[in-house]
């Protein structure tokens, strides 16, 4: 019922920024939370930041707090991820995800874009 379609990453120098951005079709997108992970090399994905439908709460991981930030324009029905003071350990394949319900519940992520990748050089 919902497909995502992530966009924005690429190569950045460490203390650079990106946006990205994740498209999204479906009736439903003003409906869900939505969320952003990230999968480094040999690690496992981990949360990243959460928002709620109406976009006036957002969640995120100590990792990144102060430094990113996640917005969402319904009317583009489009999700936002505006990375700020890259570091070399922020290096991933970046998700969006959306969430089953109107605040972000964990593990009711039900639909994920394809990623895209960010690598920050130093």
């Known amino acids: 019922q919902v497909q995502l379609v992530e966009s924005g990453g690429g190569l950045v120098q460490a203390g650079g920024s990106l946006r990205l951005s994740c498209a999204v079709s479906?009736?439903?997108?003003?409906?869900?939370?939505m969320g952003w992970f990230r999968q480094a090399p040999g690690k496992e994905r981990e949360f990243v930041a959460a928002?709620?439908?109406?976009?006036?709460?957002?969640a995120y991981a100590g990792s990144v707090k102060g430094r990113f930030t996640i917005s969402r324009d319904n009317a583009k029905n489009t999700v936002y991820l505006q990375m700020n003071s890259l570091k070399a350990e922020d290096t991933a394949v970046y998700y969006c995800?959306?969430?089953?319900?109107?605040?972000?519940?964990?593990?009711?992520?039900?639909?994920w874009g394809q990623g895209t990748q960010v690598t920050v050089s130093s």
């Open positions: 995800a959306a969430n089953r319900w109107e605040t972000p519940v964990a593990g009711m992520y039900d639909y």
């Open positions: 479906g009736r439903t997108f003003s409906s869900r939370a």
């Open positions: 928002i709620t439908w109406s976009g006036t709460t957002t």
